[in-house]
């Protein structure tokens, strides 16, 4: 089948490749001349596992190719698919102006029988006003339909090739069987292919993502309390999880949530509420509760030092918003490391890939250590933000012998704190009894 996808990012270029590798001829469209180019040259602009052999190898069978010019790829497209950015507008809610430019870059070259396809996360009510859109620019029907995107950055091509469902919002039969065909190949375990309204499938992703960030805010403002009474948040999870109502799965404690998803899905939803006189309490409180989830680091630091961190020198493990992936939008890290800068500190840092995505943003203002153990030189503290697997097992007495105090401030509940304080550490996580520091 003739694809294709304008907005090569995250999701774009995931979803086209691996339409590619399932047979289809695909073209992946971006205005972004430099990332075209560097695509085309089978350089990939974004670390994702597994995704630089898939475009290599895709591009060379000749079933994935890469351009800025729309009018060239769009005229024999069965489906066009519309994954480009739907980022946040001052009031929460989301901004569409990238996707009304895109959708009028495609309305003149569409084929008649065309299916604009929306993989974008767009508010309730977006797929419709492209309908009337395309209605206007075009002089006549064109079919669209709603397809989220529910992969995760990091294990992207693993979740688009076994996806727990497909969802697709559409408004007629048809429209759902070209997308069915499409998806077939990555459907035979038996996982579901889900067809809805477009409204549906539209809030479908949104209530996804706000009931994936509840679930982490509630565990985090759970995690402070027990830190305050004498109780750990650890024993707690097991005590809750085992419950089958209640499960395991996204309820660990940390330093809130980032991202390009959650942080802005979750006040799109708020705005839609409130256009729609609906009061969302929950939503708000969950945004609230992670925008302070993202300082707690902070104050625990600045607690240790009795309020005087300038001069100091702290070392910070992990950048990106999660691991595997180089994304720092939103990212706890990029906070902390505003606090820090604030309050006079000296920061040296390391991340496996996103280290120069955060060189972009501040320049000389940090140190960037090619190791994790190169940060902690004439480091006072440590202070853990990402959870990637190389910070899992370190080998504590170089940590020690290092760092200028044996200190860990981690954000991610890496270690067993009985543990680390056995061997001399003074060790501070998240919602834990034994946080002494
Ligand atoms: N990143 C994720 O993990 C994820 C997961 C699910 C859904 N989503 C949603 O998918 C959408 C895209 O997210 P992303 O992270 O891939 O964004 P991104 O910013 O990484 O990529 C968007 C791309 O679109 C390109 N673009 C902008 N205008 C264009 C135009 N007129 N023509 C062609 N290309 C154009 C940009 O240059 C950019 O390369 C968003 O709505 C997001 O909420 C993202």
Redesign the pocket.
């Known amino acids: 089948m003739k694809i294709v996808m ?9 979803t086209g490749t691996c339409f590619a590798d399932s047979g289809n001829d695909v073209t992946c ?4 001349a430099v ?1 075209v180019e560097r695509l085309q040259r089978g350089d990939i ?2 670390y994702e596992p597994g995704l630089v052999e898939l475009v290599v190898r895709n591009s060379q069978a000749g079933r994935l190719k890469f351009t ?1 010019n ?1 009018a060239e790829a769009v005229p024999d497209a069965v489906c066009v698919f519309l ?5 946040q507008r001052d009031d929460g809610s ?1 901004d569409l102006r ?2 009304w ?2 959708l009028e ?1 495609i309305a003149p070259h569409l084929g008649k029988d065309a299916i604009v396809v929306i ?4 508010p309730v009510g977006t797929n419709a006003e492209t309908a009337r859109r395309l209605r206007e620019l075009t002089g006549r029907e064109v079919h669209v339909a709603s397809n ?6 990091g294990c ?1 091509i693993e979740d688009f090739t076994k996806p727990d469902r497909v969802v697709v919002g559409v408004t007629c039969p048809e429209d759902a069987a070209v997308l069915l065909e499409l998806y077939k190949p990555f459907l035979r375990t038996e996982h579901p292919f889900l067809t809805m309204n477009l409204e549906s499938a539209e809030m479908t ?1 949104y209530v996804a993502n706000c009931l994936l960030a509840t679930k982490i805010s509630f565990i985090n403002e759970m995690a402070n309390i027990c830190e305050k009474v004498g109780a750990d948040i650890n024993h707690v999870r097991k005590g809750i999880g085992h419950d089958q109502r209640i499960g395991f799965a996204f309820l660990f404690p940390g330093v809130g949530y980032g ?3 959650f942080p ?2 979750v006040r799109a939803l708020v705005n839609v509420a409130e256009r729609n006189q609906i009061a969302p309490r929950i939503l708000e409180a969950v945004d609230r509760v992670n925008e302070a989830q993202k300082e707690v680091l902070f104050q625990k630091l600045n607690q240790h030092f009795a309020g005087n961190l300038a001069g100091r020198t702290v070392a910070i493990w992990g950048l990106a918003f999660k691991p595997r992936t180089d ?1 720092i ?1 939103e990212a706890p890290a990029l906070v902390l490391i505003d606090r820090l800068l604030e309050a006079g500190a000296i920061i040296r840092v390391h991340d496996p890939v996103a280290m120069e995505n955060v060189r972009k943003i501040y320049g000389s203002k940090l140190t960037y250590c090619p190791t994790p153990y190169e940060t902690l030189d004439e480091s006072d503290v440590l202070a853990i933000l990402t959870e990637w697997n190389e910070f899992r097992n370190p080998d504590f007495q170089v940590i020690r012998k290092k760092l200028r105090s044996p200190v860990i401030f981690d954000g991610r509940n890496l270690f067993d704190p009985a543990k680390m304080h056995e061997i001399g550490f003074l060790y501070s996580g998240i919602g834990l009894e034994s946080n002494s520091i």
């Open positions: 304008i907005g090569t990012g995250y999701v774009g270029l995931v469209v971006d205005i972004d990332k602009p974004i800025n729309t994954a480009v950015g739907t980022p989301a990238i996707l430019t895109a870059s993989k974008s996360t767009v989220p995107e529910f992969l995760k950055e992207a992703k991202g390009s998803c802005k899905d994304d939008r």
